[in-house]
């Protein structure tokens, strides 16, 4: 694979492997056992029907419905108040209760079952916030990380605020915004449907602005917010394959919109079990590596994220998630079934098909992410930092075509690169060696731009 494709896969390999080390931990087992078999089970049996023919009477799902409601709900209450002590058996404990509690008000009618539909309607909205958020978050690590974003932007220079593949990004921008316009003119009597074509519309016309290449820096941050964009057109494909395609029922996009639920479960675990080593615990963890691992591990952070790390610490911001997506998976149950739950009635919701409420909340739910980040990077020095961190550049790196014309002029073997190298070698190790006993400074990178820039000079000359 080349430097590009190996940094991607190893950056989103590392999210899933360190997702799911973290969620079959002996700290998060419990919860994530409990979670998984509760959906899978509830899944399996509630929507049987549509394999052996049969459905379940509304009561019964009723009831399992609002056992995966109980524990959601038990999850996100844990998470809000003790979850950031760290006391272990008191968090099982608290979830427990809530969970019995909340489930015998529904049982016994004290709290009717309606209201089931209500808060996994509100658990469905918030995981599509979340998932969202943690979509961007993606981008802006994987841009933004000193290792893997450095290989992406390779010998780019700082003053360059080019959009990494703009123009696979631009093309992308034109055919959503081609989808945004088919969607407003889909049904000109349903107002949320004209509301969201149009904002897919404007969210493809901000999109284009970072391509215009009017900005001289902050390449990091325009091309993970371009990305997240872009990215979100899978969304605006799946309600127009809806509206157009499966405009009779189907369930063409669960699939993927399930494999998507999961990274982003994932990945947002990977970040919270990030937050110990950021906000200061768990200093141990930094023990064993250099400076400038630590350095990678301490540069800007906005201070929402410490201050959610303090309020709910990082069992309480898994437990949050999980309990986010229980709620997620029983209103996408409702929607299967048709039972009554909150999204019916939301007006920002009407007239439009329930298969598409979770890619029609995250849309908008970008659209006000790309928003609040593009004016926050302008207003406030502290958000571009943390927007646009410092990576390696490899400043020592040619200009692309000085760099081509070296390699081709060594396959022809026109110019002697050998000796150059030999030297450079020894150059090298004599600098290591003056700081070694003498403590001197050296720049190991100004040697190495030194003799590449005189092959350089040598294949120019052996080309004219």
């Known amino acids: 694979m080349t430097y590009l494709e190996s940094a991607i896969t190893d950056f989103t390999k590392s999210v899933l492997t360190d997702g799911l080390r973290t969620l079959f931990t002996k700290q998060y087992l419990p919860y994530t056992l409990a979670a998984v078999s509760l959906i899978v089970f509830n899944s399996v049996v509630s929507l049987s029907g549509n394999v052996f023919g049969y459905q379940l009477n509304k009561e019964t799902v009723d009831l399992l419905l609002a056992v995966e409601v109980s524990l959601g709900l038990a999850f996100v209450l844990t998470g809000l108040t003790i979850s950031r002590f760290e006391k272990y058996w008191l968090d099982i404990l608290l979830i427990f209760l809530f969970a019995g509690i909340i489930f015998y008000a529904f049982y016994t009618g004290i709290i009717s079952f309606v209201y089931v539909g209500y808060v996994a309607g509100v658990l469905f909205i918030l995981w599509m916030v979340v998932a969202t958020i943690s979509q961007y978050t993606f981008f802006r690590d994987l841009f933004g990380h000193y290792v893997f974003g450095g290989i992406l932007f390779f010998g780019k220079p700082e003053d360059d605020g080019k959009v990494l593949f703009d123009g696979t990004i631009g093309f ?101 079990a990030q937050q110990s080593v950021k906000i200061g615990r768990k200093v141990s963890k930094l023990e064993n590596i250099d400076e400038e691992e630590v350095t990678m591990k301490t540069r800007p952070d906005l201070g929402i994220f410490r201050l959610v790390g303090k309020l709910f610490g990082d069992q309480g911001i898994v437990l949050l998630i999980l309990g986010f997506v229980v709620g997620y998976h029983a209103t996408q149950i409702q929607i299967r079934l048709g039972s009554e739950n909150l999204l019916n009635i939301i007006p920002f919701s009407e007239g439009i098909s329930p298969r598409i409420w979770s890619n029609e909340i995250a849309l908008l739910t970008a659209l006000v992410i790309y928003l609040v980040t593009l004016l926050m990077y302008f207003a406030f020095p502290k958000f571009r930092a943390f927007a646009s961190p410092e990576i390696y550049r490899a400043p020592w790196a040619p200009p692309y075509e000085e760099a081509k014309l070296l390699i081709t002029a060594i396959k022809e073997g026109r110019i002697d690169y050998k000796t150059d190298l030999l030297k450079m070698t020894a150059s090298l190790a004599k600098d290591q060696l003056s700081k070694k006993l003498l403590g001197k400074k050296v720049s190991h990178e100004k040697t190495i731009a030194g003799t590449l820039r005189r092959l350089i000079n040598k294949s120019k000359e052996k080309n004219e």
Do not use: C
Request: overall charge neutral; hydrophobic content about 55%.
């Open 172 to 272: 992308i921008t034109l055919v959503n915004i081609g989808l945004g316009y088919l969607i407003y003119q889909h049904d000109k009597s349903n107002q949320s449907l004209q509301f969201l074509g149009l904002m897919i519309i404007v969210g493809g016309v901000l999109n284009f602005l970072p391509l215009l290449h009017l900005q001289n820096k902050g390449d990091v941050f325009f091309t993970a917010l371009t990305w997240f964009y872009a990215l979100n057109t899978i969304r605006t494909v799946s309600i127009v394959l809806q509206l157009f395609v499966f405009s009779g029922g189907g369930n063409n996009s669960s699939i993927v919109e399930t494999f998507f639920a999961l990274f982003m479960v994932l990945f947002a675990v990977h970040k919270a």
